[in-house]
């Protein structure tokens, strides 16, 4: 408004400077010969020429700003945001504020849009789960990259399509069509065997705008397949506990039934049964043990308190506690000097166990008038510790899931010599929570050697001492 009343000033000016030159030309030009008129005259002139000047100058100090104006205005719809410096009449300084504090909003309003878009384009980037958004028509319009790589589809040849056009899976098609059809809430528990098997827990949302319109649908799909894994395992393991369990008590009935249906009175019977009981009993106290375990070790809630550890130590301890068994099975237990080899960094307490585990076994499947040898080394970074017998030995097949819980060759041997399946598998657990491995190599009817490998000592922590 006030440019407006601005540039009808200077232009007023100009047309007025205009008329009043012409006119003292005219006059001039009439030949006026009185001195005064002339006077009069020449004055008008210059004041006219004046005039003519000012408005001039008026009307140039008005466009050049407004010349400034538009460009600016034009480099802004090209996305380049910038002020207009004047330094004009107040009023054409006052236009020209307002344009640049309107330049100055619309330049933080595409800041903060640019960041909230970048922010939006990170996180679905850096999300775990696949996300689709799917317009009424059920054309997609967009996939982030978790999609790509649960349903192995590429955003890039996906837009545009419809869902069943780029992944073939009718169950995963009729949840996103039931969705957009009833515009509801659909979740489901999907196998996928392409890219490869998984299982996705997908789930389908309406979206609508302000005023409620349905503007199309947002598919999340979270894979759950380990999830899932996890559960089998736990059912597995919950069944496998169960079964165990109920061997020795099915006996341990049977042995008290037996016992009041008249064996007590028997000098003979009684005694053997009750023996029978205690070692039923023995055999549930070792598997409540080793299940106890396992577990404080898989869980971690068994902090381990990590020192420098002698294997020579480990290996006499072990030997030591051994030795009447060997002794009375007739089989020969030797230990090496393992003073030379470097020191462990672990759990004492914990490699002790391993070894047990690991000896127990080399005694249990060894017959009479065979060795067992305990030995060690420095490997690498790693200090070996190895139990080898002159045993049974273990067939190839049986080899990879020795370490398995509950996994044994011989069900009923293993029982028969108090077996609880579950040593390996501790061992394991032990080797692992120590940033080491367990290694076995077995040829059925000849022997087994295990190796027990554990990280070395840290060389300032054993320096230190
Ligand atoms: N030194 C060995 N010689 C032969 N077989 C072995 C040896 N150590 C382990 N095994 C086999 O591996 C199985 C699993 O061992 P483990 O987990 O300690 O359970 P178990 O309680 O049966 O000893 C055993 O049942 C046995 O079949
Ligand atoms: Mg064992």
Partial sequence: MRLRRGLTLALALQAAATLLAAGAALAIAGGWGDAALRATGAAAVAALGLAWGLGG??????????????????????????????????????????????????????????????????????MSDGLLILDPDGVLVLVNPAVERILGVSAATAIGH???????????????RQAIREHVPVTRELKLHQPEHRVLRVQANPVRG??????GIVVAAQDVTDLRRTDLIRQEF???????????????????????????RDPEAGP????RIVSEIDRLALLVNDLLDLSAIESGSAKLEMAPVSMGEVAREVAAKFRPVAERRGIMLRVDDLDEVPEAWGDEARLVQAVV????????????????RIS????????????ADTGLGIAAEHLPRIFERFYRVDR????????????????????????????????????SEFTLLIPRAPEQVVAAR
């Fill in 412 to 447: 009923s041997r293993s029982r028969a010599l108090g077996g609880t399946g579950l040593g390996l598998s501790i061992v394991k657990h032990i080797a692992t929570s120590h940033g080491g491995r367990v290694e076995v190599h077995s040829v059925e009817g000849r022997g």
């Fill in 210 to 215: 302000r005023r409620g319109e349905f503007l």
């Fill in 57 to 126: 100058r008026v009307a140039s100090a008005l466009t050049e700003p407004l010349r400034e104006l538009s460009d600016a205005a034009r480099d802004g719809a090209d996305g380049r945001m910038r002020a207009v410096r004047c330094e004009s009449f107040a009023e054409v300084r006052e236009t020209i504020a307002e344009f640049n504090a309107m330049v100055a909003r619309a330049d933080r309003t595409i800041t903060d849009l640019d960041r909230g878009k970048s922010t939006l384009e990170a996180v679905l980037a850096h």
């Fill in 376 to 387: 060690g080394r420095a490997a690498r970074e790693l200090v070996a510790l190895s139990v």
């Fill in 162 to 176: 419809s869902l069943i056009e780029v992944v073939h899976h009718f169950e995963l098609d009729a949840l996103v």
């Fill in 238 to 264: 919950i069944a496998n506990v169960s079964h165990e369990l109920r061997t020795p008590l099915a006996s341990l009935r049977a042995l008290a039934e037996t016992l009041r249906d008249g064996a007590a």
């Fill in 272 to 275: 053997r049964f009750l023996g």
């Fill in 357 to 372: 585990n690991l000896v127990d076994n080399a005694l249990k499947y060894t017959p009479a008038g065979g060795a067992v």
